[in-house]
């Protein structure tokens, strides 16, 4: 049977959810996170040796307390750039790794280290994006991916990730790769009408404005046929995906039977996706953007519209700390208390939902008036982020190799984390028999994938 790091087949995903009933993401996170962090120091050298510099006491760490009180909050600068890459990995080498990329990224070259998790983790992300929203699964769909496969790899595994479930016959599904160019896009769009019964164009916000634009100039009536946009890197703005919806001549944002507009979250030293853009989040990202006072009663204070996503609590735990988004995730390269100095953090489900309501949002009922179904409507935890603005150095961030300090902050705000509150377990034994009691639970549908 899949372990718990394993997302998010669509089976999976609504199993959790009927389990997250009764057992928030406030109580499921932070146990998820203790077990990662005991995974990575029995595991990875580099993390071993960085916690024994700054003489942490890791035999002292068993509860959720702890983790928050005396892990360390780590960077680019001051962790990964600090060690040789097979270091970084579990194991020491790069034995379970298949993939070595170089790719850019906001803030240089980086190296992705992939291997089978994060695979399987990213084709199950392409799996709920495609099927729960674009609805792959029951209509024939032409995906063509246009976004670089060089320095960018993303384009490449997405297409890979597509094939593979169309050889699964998961989905309904066929790739085209032509490239970053507009002109072969749109003959994409002409030359395969009839053939499917509809289109998902997946490149970088720019391209996709450009193909919409010259398809509307070059007479490509876009209402009548059904297609869809994913852009890729950062989210899109709002005033972007409105920009395009107008070009496609949609009437409504956001609506089941219409195009969807959405886009495909990167962060570089993550090398599978932190979260998706669920309908929810789409929703609650426009609400917020036209509602200044929800933006900031949601988010913390925020004034300008962060990038909204839902995440799966098994695999990624977020935190705020010093209005900072720090996460932490397993995999070949696993990472504790990772921060890209962004400005962000999560929000859970049930918060996230009495907020809207006290500000006159039914966000269930707003979906299903768009046309989506309850199940799209998953209790999974929001995260938020304003990507950090690249034209100065970061505050807080010294290179070198003894530049690391222990956050003795993250305590004092347990109210912008998601579970940073002890929640009973004494002991990583009792942590583990809960984390026991998930998987049992989750079991029956993960072995059915």
Same mark, same amino acid.
């Given at each position: 049977?899949r372990?718990y790091?394993?997302v998010?087949n669509?089976?999976f995903?609504?199993?959790?959810?009927?389990?997250?009933?009764y057992?928030?993401a406030d109580?499921i996170?932070p146990?998820?996170a203790?077990r990662?962090f005991r995974?990575?120091v %029995?595991?990875? /050298?580099?993390y !071993?040796d &960085?916690?024994s510099?700054?003489?942490v006491?890791?035999?002292?760490?068993v509860t959720?307390?702890?983790f928050?009180e005396? #892990?360390?909050? #780590?960077?680019q600068?001051?962790?990964v750039c600090?060690?040789?890459?097979?270091l970084l990995?579990?194991?020491?080498?790069f &034995?379970e790794?298949?993939s070595?990329?170089r790719?850019?990224g906001?803030v240089?070259a980086?190296i992705?280290?992939?291997g089978?998790?994060?695979?399987?983790r $990213?084709t199950a992300?392409v799996?709920?994006?495609?099927?729960?929203?674009v !609805?792959?699964?029951?209509h024939r769909?032409l995906?063509?991916?246009?976004w670089s496969?060089t320095?960018?790899?993303?384009?490449?595994? $997405?297409a890979?990730?597509?094939?593979?479930l169309?050889?699964?016959?998961?989905?309904? #599904?066929?790739?085209?790769t032509?490239?970053?160019?507009?002109?072969?896009c749109?003959? =994409?769009v002409?030359e395969? !009408?009839g053939?499917?019964d509809?289109? &998902? &164009?997946? =490149?970088?916000?720019?391209?996709?404005r450009a193909?919409v634009?010259q398809?509307?100039?070059?007479g490509?009536?876009?209402?009548?046929r059904?297609?869809?946009?994913l852009?890729a890197?950062?989210?899109?703005?709002e005033t972007?995906?409105e920009?395009v919806?107008v070009g496609l001549?949609q009437?409504?944002a956001?609506?089941?039977?219409g195009?969807q507009i959405?886009s495909w979250?990167d962060l570089?030293e993550?090398d599978v996706?932190?979260?998706?853009e669920?309908p929810?989040?789409v929703?609650v990202?426009?609400l917020?953007?036209?509602?200044? %006072?929800?933006? !900031?009663?949601?988010?913390?204070?925020?004034?300008?519209?962060p990038?909204v996503?839902?995440f799966n609590?098994l695999?990624?735990?977020?935190?705020?700390?010093?209005?900072?988004l720090?996460?932490t995730t397993?995999g070949t390269?696993?990472?504790?208390?990772?921060t890209?100095h962004d400005?962000?953090?999560?929000?859970?489900?049930h918060?996230?939902r009495?907020?809207?309501n006290?500000?006159?949002y039914?966000? %269930?009922?707003?979906?299903?008036?768009?046309?989506?179904r /309850?199940h799209t409507v998953?209790?999974?935890p929001?995260?938020?982020?304003? /990507?950090?603005?690249?034209d100065?150095p970061?505050?807080?961030?010294t290179?070198?190799?003894?530049a690391?300090?222990t956050?003795t902050?993250?305590?004092?705000?347990g109210?912008?984390?998601i579970?940073?509150s002890t929640i009973g377990?004494s002991?990583l034994?009792s942590?583990?028999t809960?984390?026991?009691s998930?998987?049992?639970a989750?079991g029956s549908a993960?072995?059915r994938?």
């Amino acid at each position: 049977m899949r372990g718990y790091y394993s997302v998010m087949n669509r089976h999976f995903v609504r199993a959790l959810a009927s389990v997250m009933r009764y057992a928030p993401a406030d109580r499921i996170a932070p146990l998820a996170a203790l077990r990662t962090f005991r995974r990575t120091v %029995a595991s990875v /050298p580099a993390y !071993r040796d &960085l916690l024994s510099r700054l003489c942490v006491p890791v035999e002292r760490i068993v509860t959720s307390r702890d983790f928050h009180e005396r #892990v360390p909050v #780590v960077d680019q600068a001051t962790y990964v750039c600090q060690y040789p890459p097979e270091l970084l990995c579990r194991g020491g080498t790069f &034995l379970e790794a298949y993939s070595i990329e170089r790719c850019a990224g906001p803030v240089g070259a980086t190296i992705r280290i992939r291997g089978r998790e994060e695979t399987e983790r $990213f084709t199950a992300s392409v799996e709920r994006l495609l099927g729960d929203v674009v !609805r792959a699964d029951q209509h024939r769909t032409l995906a063509v991916v246009a976004w670089s496969a060089t320095s960018w790899p993303g384009g490449e595994r $997405f297409a890979h990730a597509v094939q593979a479930l169309a050889e699964s016959r998961r989905l309904q #599904v066929a790739t085209m790769t032509p490239g970053a160019d507009t002109d072969a896009c749109l003959d =994409a769009v002409r030359e395969m !009408r009839g053939q499917f019964d509809q289109v &998902l &164009l997946a =490149a970088t916000p720019m391209l996709l404005r450009a193909v919409v634009e010259q398809g509307r100039q070059t007479g490509v009536d876009w209402r009548g046929r059904h297609v869809h946009l994913l852009g890729a890197g950062r989210q899109v703005s709002e005033t972007w995906r409105e920009a395009v919806r107008v070009g496609l001549g949609q009437p409504a944002a956001n609506r089941r039977t219409g195009a969807q507009i959405l886009s495909w979250p990167d962060l570089p030293e993550h090398d599978v996706p932190i979260g998706v853009e669920t309908p929810m989040a789409v929703l609650v990202r426009r609400l917020a953007a036209e509602d200044v %006072a929800l933006c !900031r009663d949601l988010f913390d204070g925020l004034e300008r519209v962060p990038d909204v996503l839902q995440f799966n609590p098994l695999n990624l735990y977020a935190e705020r700390i010093d209005g900072k988004l720090v996460l932490t995730t397993g995999g070949t390269v696993p990472l504790v208390r990772f921060t890209h100095h962004d400005n962000g953090g999560a929000i859970t489900f049930h918060r996230a939902r009495d907020i809207l309501n006290d500000h006159g949002y039914d966000i %269930a009922a707003m979906l299903s008036k768009l046309g989506w179904r /309850p199940h799209t409507v998953a209790p999974f935890p929001l995260l938020y982020c304003v /990507p950090r603005i690249m034209d100065g150095p970061v505050r807080g961030v010294t290179a070198g190799r003894h530049a690391l300090s222990t956050s003795t902050e993250a305590s004092s705000i347990g109210a912008s984390t998601i579970g940073a509150s002890t929640i009973g377990a004494s002991s990583l034994e009792s942590s583990s028999t809960f984390m026991t009691s998930i998987e049992s639970a989750i079991g029956s549908a993960s072995s059915r994938t």
